[in-house]
């Protein structure tokens, strides 16, 4: 006899299952899009269900839960392998770049200068910055290292920022909904080109999302680039992934072996996330056929619900395959 607990195991199983399944169905859906923000970790829990009900001897079950299980695993350890990355040019020497999501309403902007400053990047990229943030950093001792700088400050989550301890030279954009910027800094070893971009959110404005990352997608780039910013979307949405594929962008994180790290939600602006870590990684770092990366890592920005991210890159010999 079926009891209560065996149809709820089974509920969760198929929840798992749609879930596994969603990143590979090609339909606009925002409840989808919130679906497939879950991954990997709601296919990978039908792991300990299987094993549960296997003790048991709920074999249905088991093999079900064992089988959404694999699949998961299956689909994320790809993740966790370091690419090989090209050569490099010989005289190309390496840079430094910071994201940070400084969040719209944080209240502790002012801590934010020094977590940057001990981070010692050469370049800092920033989105949700607003006019009050602006003035914030800048009256820093931060703002004396970087002297170049290109600022697009907005109401909500409009704004983004470049700061730059090299020359920066503007291109003009007007791509995303927020506002995007696009430079060239003329670092030592050559230029890199530097794009910061936000997307709209998916839960409110589903369609402008999905306009965003599109629009992202058809941006041309001549030479070696980097694409740093908040996508609102993780590896696991398609619409990203189509992004990707159409630039030629590669994400430093999966290229790492990092790509189960994530960025988003932090506790440290609304108790209702304290009891759980960042689920989903919305902040990326893409770089194009020009560009070989050594490092990734992430920090904790104050007060804001996004964790930052530092990559460093060199200009690539050859281009990547």
Request: charged fraction near 20%; hydrophobic fraction near 45%.
């Amino acid at each position: 006899m079926t009891t209560h607990r065996d149809k709820l195991a089974w509920v969760a199983v198929g929840a798992a299952a749609i879930t596994a399944v969603s990143p590979w169905v090609q339909l606009r859906w925002r409840s989808l899009t919130m679906t497939r923000s879950l991954m990997p970790w709601t296919a990978l829990s039908a792991i300990p269900v299987a094993v549960r009900a296997a003790t048991h001897g709920h074999r249905r079950l088991a093999v079900a839960s064992c089988a959404v299980g694999v699949a998961g695993a299956a689909m994320s350890a790809p993740m966790l392998v370091r690419r090989r990355q090209p050569d490099v040019e010989p005289a190309a020497t390496a840079l430094t770049i910071a994201h940070c999501n400084l969040l719209y309403i944080n209240r502790r902007v002012a801590a934010v200068a020094p977590a940057l400053a001990a981070l010692d990047a050469d370049v800092l990229t920033f989105s949700e910055v607003t006019r009050s943030h602006a003035d914030t950093m800048r009256r820093s001792d931060l703002a004396a290292g970087y002297p170049y700088r290109i600022e697009l400050p907005a109401r909500g989550g409009s704004g983004t920022a470049l700061w730059s301890r090299y020359p920066l030279a503007e291109h003009s954009a007007t791509i995303t909904k927020h506002h995007t910027v696009i430079a060239d800094v003329a670092a030592p070893g050559g230029v890199i080109r530097v794009i910061v971009v936000h997307t709209q959110s998916p839960i409110v404005h589903h369609h402008q999302w999905e306009a965003d990352l599109d629009q992202l997608g058809g941006l041309v780039t001549d030479g070696p680039s980097v694409m740093t910013g908040d996508f609102n979307a993780s590896w696991w949405h398609p619409e990203l992934r189509r992004l990707m594929r159409r630039g030629g962008w590669r994400d430093a994180h999966i290229e790492r072996g990092r790509g189960l790290s994530c960025s988003w939600p932090t506790d440290q602006w609304h108790a209702m996330f304290r009891w759980h870590p960042p689920f989903v990684r919305l902040d990326h770092a893409l770089v194009n056929a020009g560009i070989a990366v050594r490092g990734i890592r992430n920090f904790d920005i104050p007060g804001s619900d996004h964790r930052g991210l530092t990559v460093t890159v060199q200009r690539a010999a050859r281009p990547a395959p």
